[in-house]
């Protein structure tokens, strides 16, 4: 990694040569937010990473999410901010973003809140069918466009719950890991074995933390001042201690949806962003998702067999074509930590976060249907019934796999640790 020097950028400062600063939008704990102009005139937003901030032993895993951000920008959607531009400055890099004139929603006042709420879920939809999550859903990361659609923004970094503790040990800025813990459901802030799995359902409980905020101007289970406070909220959010009544008299059309969202087991929790639009009240503007891509495309059609493709993780866009990877008959592939003392058919890199097991998850043929099925652990004949699992679970969409297994299908999101790979046809 290039030397990293300091870059404090002010209004008609060009930035490598490419983009003249009109003015800052905003600045967090790791980055800094510009409205800039291109040298046709176009009006962009430029995101960069103060990497000059962030201590030498953190920042390569910093850079590998801030590209996952900017791919994940690229995502053709319509809820999305989209990506244009990267590049590096100084050794920090940057990102070049659309500019949403509209603001963010934590300003925007008397919001249509079906409208905008429908419009959020179908940004979570294009994440989640890509295998992404947001990790960081807050009205800060709502963004508006010049038409009033809501885009999500913001992916990936400031979400992940250790580069949360990191920023504190380093930033010392302590009021801003309390405001993280607002958003954040029970599983994540104590995960009951290694790291937990971020699913879709982590979203989704974000969304109803933002959803009552934004109809009450409160936070859901108490105040975040100070530590006491944080210890309080925690609690509260683990047994699903939070003022009903209150919401009941500001929107009662949203106590389902939002009671839904809210559930602390995520197992219970409203699983998908299809439950939670069922849920939604209807919006006096007719808004219709509009897909990124349709399920008849060739990737979700199966004519020789099955794929994985790595939507997140170190391999991002490598891909697995299960059916070829089988040969004399076999009908197992193993999956799990690339590991030289474990032979793994699929051998998944991965970050020092990520909790992937060494012998995580197998996959199994049924050759008199051709369906393909995934099962949590594998076979250790030194383990106790002969059978070892994972660390910290396998997951198809938000479904936890036991060891009995469960079938997938192209469309399906598989997850092992902080790795998502999509199931597609070929």
């Known amino acids: 990694m290039s030397v990293v020097q300091r870059c404090d950028f002010n209004t008609g400062d060009c930035i490598d040569k490419k983009y003249r600063v009109e ?27 103060k990497l000059w901030e962030v201590h030498p032993d953190i920042r390569q895993d910093l850079v590998a999410r801030f590209d996952m951000e900017f791919e994940t920008g690229r995502i053709n959607s319509n809820y999305l901010v989209h990506s244009l531009d990267h590049g590096f400055i100084e050794g920090s ?7 949403c004139s509209g603001g963010d929603l934590k300003a925007l006042r008397s919001p249509d809140l079906a409208k905008i709420g429908k419009e959020v879920l179908y940004g979570l939809k294009d994440l989640h069918k890509n295998g992404k999550v947001h990790r960081d859903l807050k009205p800060e990361n709502v963004l508006l466009k010049s038409d009033g659609t809501a885009v999500l923004t913001d992916f990936g970094i400031s979400g992940d719950r250790n580069k949360r503790m990191t920023e504190r040990n380093i930033m010392g800025k302590p009021q801003q890991i309390f405001g993280t813990y607002a958003y954040m459901p029970p599983e994540q802030v104590k995960p009951k074995r290694g790291e937990a799995t971020v699913l879709p359902t982590t979203d989704i409980f974000s969304f109803g933390v933002m959803l009552y905020e934004l109809i009450t101007g409160e936070l859901p289970f108490g105040e975040l001042r100070n530590e006491n406070d944080v210890v309080m909220y925690i609690v509260n959010g683990e047994k699903g201690n939070w003022n009903r009544n209150l919401l009941k008299k500001r929107n009662a059309a949203f106590c389902n949806v939002i009671e839904g969202c809210l559930v602390p087991d995520y197992k219970l929790r409203l699983q998908t962003v299809e439950q939670v639009l069922a849920q939604m009240p209807e919006s006096s503007v007719h808004n219709t998702y509009i897909p990124t891509y349709d399920d008849n495309e060739p990737r979700m059609s199966v004519i020789n067999g099955l794929l994985l493709r790595v939507m997140q993780g170190e391999d991002y866009g490598k891909i697995y074509r299960l059916d070829e990877m089988l040969q004399g008959g076999r009908r197992i592939l193993t999956m799990g930590r690339e590991d030289y003392s474990v032979n793994n058919a699929l051998s998944i890199r991965e970050t020092e976060s990520s909790y992937i097991s060494r012998k995580h998850c197998t996959l199994e043929v049924d050759y008199s249907t051709g369906q393909w099925y995934i099962r949590d652990g594998q076979w250790d004949r030194g ?11 396998t997951f198809v969409n938000s479904t936890d796999v036991t060891e009995d297994g469960i079938a997938f299908y192209t469309g399906d999101i598989i997850s092992i640790g902080d790795v998502k790979l999509r199931v597609e046809g070929y």
């Open 23 to 49: 003015k800052k939008l905003g600045e967090g704990s790791y980055g800094t937010v510009y409205k800039v102009k291109d040298s046709r005139g176009d009006v962009t937003a430029l995101k960069l990473l």
């Open 93 to 99: 890099p940057y990102i070049v973003m659309e500019f």
């Open 383 to 393: 383990a106790t019934n002969g059978w070892r699992h994972s660390l910290n679970g």
